[in-house]
């Protein structure tokens, strides 16, 4: 399954930045780019591809003839140099075409993205489509359920220093996997989600951290603790508002998601929580 790449985001990091202001209003040299000179584009530039060998900055919706530069939408920068020939970047695109990888700056959207725009094409031609968008449609899409927790009960009773099982009980729902795709643009993504880790949070000022559902407890396991899920309560909850200890357990649900057309993919993260609460009693020994 294709991920973002360290090294890829390594390069945009630096190639996206910010788009600076003009020299003039027939544009010049941007100050401030990084890695390479940023030539920003006015009314009237040309298009990418379409005169010198230097890194072009193009916004998106440019028009000739006008009394004044237009407002760009998304502004598109040829990197230089061109990421590898085997780079995603390139979007199934080889250097025996003629274009160029281009990065893309949206005000109004979060994250850099790459696009390929042959020599010619006006950048506005080139729609952007954020893929990652496109995966949390999909994800909306989904029925990602919190946790159901099976242990603590809160009807049951535990006891000061003895292990506490904390288990959920899984699911589809609760756990995934769970798939769906969304389209926009003619640009299909297909996500996958499912639990790769619970949080519970104790109500003692402690938390533990499970990499699945958790273990059900077994009177044959005794006093053993948990295998993968357990806590020990140091002190009773009498003290607590309604004598209980308050806690949560939270599941991150990691969504891969994939975008073959764009040669594209990567993940993100959603949470759900579901409240519990524990009673906790010391044991008085009489000898």
């Not at 990197?79 to 109004?108: I, T």
């Not at 009960?153 to 000061?160: K, L, N, Q």
């Amino acid at each position: 399954m294709l991920r973002r790449a360290a090294a890829a985001a390594a390069v945009l990091a630096g190639v996206l930045v910010p788009a600076a202001h003009a020299d003039g209003p027939s544009g010049g040299i941007c100050k401030g780019a990084t890695i390479f000179v940023q030539v920003c584009a006015s009314d009237g530039a040309s298009a990418p591809g379409a005169g010198g060998n230097g890194a072009q900055a193009a916004p998106a919706g440019a028009s000739g003839g006008s009394s004044g530069p237009s407002t760009p939408s998304c502004t598109y920068t040829r990197l230089e140099p061109q990421p590898p020939a085997e780079n995603m970047f390139w979007k199934g695109h080889d250097r025996s075409e003629k274009g160029a990888v281009y990065g893309v700056n949206c005000p109004d959207q979060q994250g850099a993205r790459t696009v390929w725009i042959a020599d010619g094409q006006a950048p506005d031609a080139a729609p952007v489509i954020d893929p990652e968008a496109v995966a949390r449609k999909a994800v909306a899409s989904m029925r990602l359920e919190p946790p159901k927790v099976a242990s603590p009960r809160d009807v049951g009773t535990y006891v000061v220093g003895m292990p506490m099982w904390m288990w959920a009980t899984p699911s589809p729902p609760t756990f995934g996997p769970v798939s769906a795709s969304a389209t926009a643009g003619g640009v299909t993504v297909t996500a996958t989600a499912k639990v790769t880790r619970v949080r519970w949070a104790m109500g003692d000022g402690t938390t533990v951290t499970c990499r699945g559902p958790g273990t059900p407890y077994r009177q044959s396991r005794g006093k053993a603790m948990s295998p993968d899920c357990g806590h020990l309560y140091e002190r009773p909850s009498y003290e607590q508002p309604g004598g209980r200890f308050k806690g949560t357990a939270t599941a991150t649900w990691t969504i891969t998601w994939t975008a073959p057309a764009l040669n594209d993919g990567g993940t993100f993260t959603e949470t759900r929580t579901t409240p519990f609460t524990a009673a906790v009693h010391e044991v008085q020994v009489v000898n």
